[in-house]
């Protein structure tokens, strides 16, 4: 059975066997990864589908997402679309062309599988050789869990320790005892102190000389 591309519209189909196919395997993105992205466009049918269902069918797995609206794609190749666009509909314009180029990304990507359907968000990171382009629903919440546990549990460790080292300085200010400093007392004087921690001073009486 040959592999498969459903998409919502002729436009996306002329653009991807006109131009983007060719850009995919030999050009723009002929050199990213993952190596073989470009390899499993070989012999890939383009069709219109003719029921809500779009995206990768019969075996087809894109290995990687495609920005077709990158700034460096559409600096170089905005003409280009748009003549490839005006073949099919006349009165295109680039503006009009971002919607269909925005759509046919996340049909390739895995992101669209309904036409009658909001997209799934998207999931960074996936320009791997393992990629699965048919991501579930239940996969993208596993890993937005699991990152949320991780986050948090980071946070949590940053928060204990801080607060350790707040409870260490305050216990060490609470036992540092301040030591009175009382002068030398000079001869002939006595220096106590009352259970109020007042200081007293007394004087020895001197004794009376014979004449």
Not at 45 to 52: A, E, Y
Not at 164 to 190: D, E, I, N, R
Request: aromatic content about 6%; overall charge positive; proline content about 4%.
């Amino acid at each position: 059975m040959k592999k498969k591309l459903l998409v919502s519209s002729i436009l996306q189909a002329t653009l991807l066997n006109q131009f983007l196919i060719g850009e995919i395997q030999t050009g723009f993105w002929k050199e990213q990864r993952p190596v073989a992205h470009g390899a499993a466009w070989d012999d890939v049918q383009i069709v219109v589908s003719p029921t809500n269902q779009v995206g990768p069918i019969d075996g087809f797995k894109p290995l990687r997402f495609y920005d077709f609206l990158n700034p460096e794609f559409t600096k170089l190749y905005e003409n280009k679309l748009v003549e490839i666009a005006r073949t099919v509909k006349p009165t295109m314009t680039f503006k009009a062309l971002k919607k269909e180029l925005i759509e046919l990304a996340r049909i390739i990507g895995g992101r669209m599988t309904d036409k009658t359907q909001e997209p799934a968000r998207v999931f960074r990171g996936n320009n791997r050789a393992d990629f699965d382009v048919i991501r579930t629903v239940d996969r993208q919440k596993v890993m937005t869990v699991a990152g949320a546990k991780e986050a948090v549990k980071k946070a949590t460790s940053s928060v204990k320790k801080t607060a350790v080292k707040k409870a260490v300085a305050t216990a060490v200010k609470k036992t540092t005892v301040k030591k009175a400093t009382v002068a030398a007392p000079t001869t002939g004087v006595t220096v106590t102190k009352t259970s109020a921690g007042a200081t007293v001073r007394k004087v020895a009486a001197k004794k009376a000389v014979a004449a």
